[in-house]
């Protein structure tokens, strides 16, 4: 059976014609919902972490270790799949012209309206009812989607395993009612961190400001960024000193990506329409010049 480009031709058009129609009328059996879709929980809760608090003991980073049954590590120093929470210490310069070290505690910011959410293709990422961003390791196929969405670089891929997958702080500490708090909030000596309902501890950080206004920053960061955070910060040093993003957009990022993605498959099938129509109209005219050439006939 030979396939002509007329084939081709017609087979292509066809395609573009059920693209386009299909982008714009979608088969009633498919629910069509857009993954930005706002979540909303029942109770957001979260954690406030006040960095002028903290003493970089890392014990957080070891009680989350041992609740999530991560192996040890003797310094961890950055986010992986095996280290869900780090102390990050920062050399600042204080008013004074002098060097300062400041320990910073780094997990999943678990995003109000999570980006990574948005765009997971296979819903490993999911939002629970406490506002928790949590992950499905057995859904997920490894496209790192959610690496590139997340404004804060948290998701980490296992290069080293042979199925890869990602991970992050996902309060797997706190399934099937083990705890009533995060690990690392139990065992801060100082507490320097404080777990529970969003609002009360937004609350608490803007109460702290007011009452010691010598010695925080006058933001709680997390509350806006983004369209909010569930990780609050108090911090005594400006944020970007403590390699906070300071450039965020208040407007969530899953608003902003949708309004985009929405668009891609209308504006396929319209393309490849399009350009169907243009190679039917260009074999068209070819085969209109072939028609009208005359044939000589000469005899012998």
């Not at 496209?143 to 042979?162: D, E, H, L, Q």
């Not at 950080?205 to 806006?224: L, M, T, W």
Request: charged share 20%; hydrophobic share 35%; glycine share 6%.
């Amino acid at each position: 059976m030979n396939f002509t480009r007329r084939d081709f031709l017609k087979l292509f058009g066809a395609s573009a014609a059920f693209l386009g129609l299909g982008a714009k009328f979608p088969s009633p059996s498919v629910r069509m919902v857009p993954r930005a879709a706002p979540v909303t929980p029942n109770s957001t809760y979260g954690i406030l972490i006040d960095t002028a608090q903290c003493i970089g003991c890392q014990l957080c980073v070891k009680a989350c270790k041992e609740a999530n049954g991560l192996p040890a590590e003797n310094r961890v120093t950055t986010l992986s799949p095996t280290a869900l929470t780090i102390i990050d210490f920062k050399n600042i310069l204080t008013q004074v012209e002098k060097s300062e070290i400041k320990p910073v505690k780094r997990q999943c910011m678990h995003c109000e309206e999570p980006a990574c959410v948005s765009v997971c293709p296979v819903n490993a990422l999911t939002q629970n009812d406490r506002g928790a961003v949590v992950y499905d390791d057995t859904k997920c196929i490894g496209c790192r989607y959610c690496m590139v969405a997340c404004p804060f670089g948290i998701p980490k891929y296992n290069w080293t395993s042979p199925n890869p997958k990602i991970n992050k702080c996902t309060y797997g500490c706190m399934e099937n009612g083990k705890r009533d708090q995060p690990a690392c909030v139990q065992i801060c000596p100082v507490k320097a961190l404080s777990y529970g309902k969003r609002d009360d501890l937004l609350a608490i950080a803007k109460s702290q400001i007011e009452q010691r206004p010598e010695r925080y920053v006058n933001q709680v960061y997390g509350e806006k960024e983004v369209g909010g955070t569930t990780m609050l910060y108090l911090s005594a040093t400006p944020f970007d000193q403590l390699g906070f993003r300071t450039d965020l957009p208040t407007e969530p990022l899953p608003n902003l990506t949708w309004a985009a993605q929405e668009l891609v498959p209308p504006i396929f099938g319209g393309m490849l329409v399009v350009l169907s129509g243009i190679a039917w109209w260009t074999h068209r005219t070819e085969r209109k010049k072939l028609v009208e050439v005359p044939v000589t006939v000469t005899s012998k």
